[in-house]
């Protein structure tokens, strides 16, 4: 027994220091691998973004239309990379490295002083530079021609040493200029103008080549390579120490026993540690991780048990513009501070459950035991978001919301339904009611999504082309492509009916791709000119600008003949885009129209500032210009700003004889509409 005891005893003994000495491998092991692969991870960060900072210098340095936002972000990253690794590397642990981490980054700390002097210099001959290619346009033409070739030579050089380095361009600009300087007279505007701009860059120039060259060769690369091959030689000696501990391990295979043992008690304890984690995982899956609340996934679930229900949806007003104005961290902080106000705003009464049902649409389930009075319920909510104002730091402001409410099931469809009749009439609150047709209209919906999916994939979305006229001759210009839909039945009918849902099935793109290639394909065979539509969602699609090049690239003398006409209403929602856009399409040789000019948020500043060709004055204006004074004194207004600004104006909806005259009075150039002429197949 004694015996038995003792031989129990041994291997319980056995079996605890191999658990132990097993312990100890496996934490030793995790820890040297998870600092190997950290160290890796981050030394191949540090490279990468060492790689895309030069590759980024570099392109700066060459494109002049290059900003410095990337580059900004990469120096951020270096700079939080570096400041880590003395933390990977503890000077303690790795003395040999330490000094080569510090002389890593004290270098780095001088490229990234260099790239701050590189921006402000490229930025000054950039902006010579470009403002140098504008005066080619603006030489004067009482300058001699061989003046004329040194200045257009000096400009060329310009360019060349840019994206060369090569010195002897400037050596030949210097020459060039005194031989300018003596034969133009000093007071010459253009020639001050020119001259300071070139001084400018000559410069610049040799302390621009000296910051690049010094930026590209800074020895920060090398010192990476060093400090990953030391790290590598420490490991390489640590992983000879694990392979000691592993052959140590293999000695204790006697003690199967207790390790089965120690297995076992292993797994029971992950069986548990499961069980709180699928538990956890199950509360999670309910739960919206930002505001906390329970998901859409909880309220199908909490739904299905409550006999009465009242259910309301709150949409935050103007959500997206707060988060586009902030940023996305205050648009957090909203929907985190909004969820938490709500269950305050909601009387405890109700036993109400919260919900965020996605985006900025926030749920609120209650079992009707008694009567909901849905205005003093709205009500509630209104006062407590217009009396609490929502601090994020220097930001303060008041919140408004719209509420969808419902009894009807499905609860969440027909609340929905009635939240964007809500948002569609511009209402705070609206209960709703089989009277609305909201599932009539989610019918028409239905069946207009058939039509359209039917006409796309018989290729039956094609141009009508509607002529353009000068309004002093009276003769057709150009032309405006607009969509036409053929329907089973045989005839046409505009495209503006099935727009809102050829975006929601993603079959927008598709539409317009049809339209802009059939339009280039008839513009080239009749040789007519051309105004197309395009939407900001084109503008924002990066599909777009390729299948453009494509279009352009497949007809090559298209770009004269055809008019981009953009949507004012929408270019208010990013103007850079829309700029940017412009820029790229006029290169190519395209003109530029601003469609529905005066429809409603018209921008003056903006729309003028943008390099553009033609205003196309919104039909609701030009319509009423023989009855309405007002609209009258609007479009007048409108054309005098585009003439001093050189942009011709064009006059939509021309309907009537009087309406043409009105237009020609008020000196608009040109002129479209029913009573000109109606829409056709062919030009």
């Known amino acids: 027994m004694r015996s038995s005891f003792i031989k129990i005893a041994s291997l319980v003994a056995i079996g605890t220091i191999a658990i132990l000495f097993l312990l100890f491998f496996q934490n030793y092991t995790r820890s040297f691998f998870e600092q190997k692969s950290r160290f890796y991870q981050e030394i191949n960060e540090l490279r990468q973004q060492e790689l895309t900072l030069n590759y980024e210098i570099l392109k700066t340095s060459f494109f002049l239309y290059e900003d410095y936002d990337k580059i900004t972000s990469v120096q951020q990253k270096l700079r939080t990379i570096s400041d880590r690794l003395p933390l990977i590397l503890p000077a303690s642990e790795y003395p040999r490295i330490a000094n080569i981490v510090t002389a890593y980054r004290n270098n780095l ?102 910051t690049l060259i010094q930026i590209l060769d800074a020895k920060t ?24 501990i592993f052959i140590a391990l293999i000695l204790f295979y006697i003690l199967a026993i207790a390790l089965i043992i120690f297995l076992i008690i292993k797994i029971d304890r992950e069986n548990r540690l499961l069980k709180s984690l699928q538990k956890e995982l199950e509360i999670k899956a309910l739960t919206d991780d930002l505001t906390k609340l329970y998901n859409r996934k909880a309220f199908k679930r909490d739904v299905r048990k409550i006999k009465k229900p009242f259910f309301a949806i709150v949409n935050i007003n103007g959500f997206k513009h707060y988060n586009d104005f902030y940023g996305t961290a205050t648009g957090d902080h909203i929907l985190r501070q909004v969820a938490k106000e709500l269950k305050i705003a909601v009387p405890k009464h109700y036993n109400a459950k919260f919900y965020r049902i996605g985006g900025d649409d926030f749920g609120i389930l209650i079992e009707e035991e008694f009567p909901i009075d849905e205005k003093a319920f709205a009500q509630n909510i209104f006062d407590h978001f217009n009396q609490k104002k929502i601090v994020f730091k220097s930001v303060e402001l008041y919140v408004s919301v719209s509420i969808g409410m419902s009894r009807k099931r499905p ?273």
Request: charged share 30%; net charge positive; glycine share 2%.
């Open 221 to 244: 690369l090398e010192h990476l390579e060093t400090i990953e091959e030391l790290f590598k030689e420490k490991n390489d000696k640590e992983l000879q120490k694990l392979s000691y």
């Open 411 to 683: 609860l969440l469809e027909t609340t929905d339904m009635t939240l964007k009749y809500v948002k569609k009439h511009k209402l705070s609150y609206f209960v709703y009611s089989d009277s609305l047709g909201l599932f009539k209209q989610i019918k028409e919906n239905i069946k207009k999504s058939k039509i359209l999916k039917n006409a796309i994939d018989n290729h039956q979305i094609l141009p009508y082309y509607q002529p353009i006229i000068e309004t002093k001759t009276a003769k057709i210009v150009k032309y405006e492509a607009l969509a036409r839909l053929k329907r089973e039945e045989g005839y046409y009918e505009s495209i503006y009916p099935y727009l809102e849902i050829a975006k929601e099935l993603r079959l927008y793109e598709d539409i317009t791709k049809s339209i802009i290639q059939k339009s280039f394909e008839e513009a080239s065979k009749q040789k007519k000119a051309v105004s197309i539509n395009i939407s900001m969602k084109d503008i924002e699609n990066p599909k777009m600008l390729k299948f453009f090049g494509k279009m352009f690239n497949q007809y090559p003398d298209i770009a004269r003949l055809i008019t981009f006409e953009i949507l004012e209403s929408e270019t208010l929602k990013d103007y850079e885009a829309v700029k940017n856009f412009i820029n790229i399409i006029r290169a190519q040789g395209c003109k530029v129209a601003i469609d529905d000019f005066g429809s409603g948020y018209s921008n003056f500043a903006h729309i003028f500032n943008l390099n553009i060709d033609y205003i196309k004055i919104d039909g609701s204006l030009i319509k009423s210009i023989d009855k309405d004074e007002s609209a009258k004194q609007i479009i007048a207004a409108i054309v005098f700003l585009a003439k001093k600004a050189k942009i011709e104006t064009i006059a939509e909806f021309v309907h009537s004889r009087e309406i043409f005259l009105s237009v020609k009075e008020l000196g608009i150039d040109y002129a479209q509409g029913y009573y000109i002429a109606e829409p056709s197949p062919t030009l």
């Open 109 to 210: 700390a001088q490229k990234l002083d260099l790239i701050e002097r590189f921006k402000t210099l490229n930025a000054s001959i950039k902006n010579s530079t470009i403002y140098l290619a504008t005066l080619l346009q603006r030489i004067p033409s009482n300058i001699p021609v061989t003046q004329k070739k040194f200045i257009i030579k000096i400009i060329s050089d310009i360019f060349l040493i840019k994206n060369s380095l090569d010195p002897d361009f400037l050596r030949a600009i210097t020459l060039y200029m005194q031989k300018l300087k003596k034969s133009i007279v000093a007071k010459e505007n253009f020639f001050k103008v020119f001259e300071a701009h070139i001084n400018i860059f000559v410069n610049n120039f040799p302390t621009y080549k000296q």
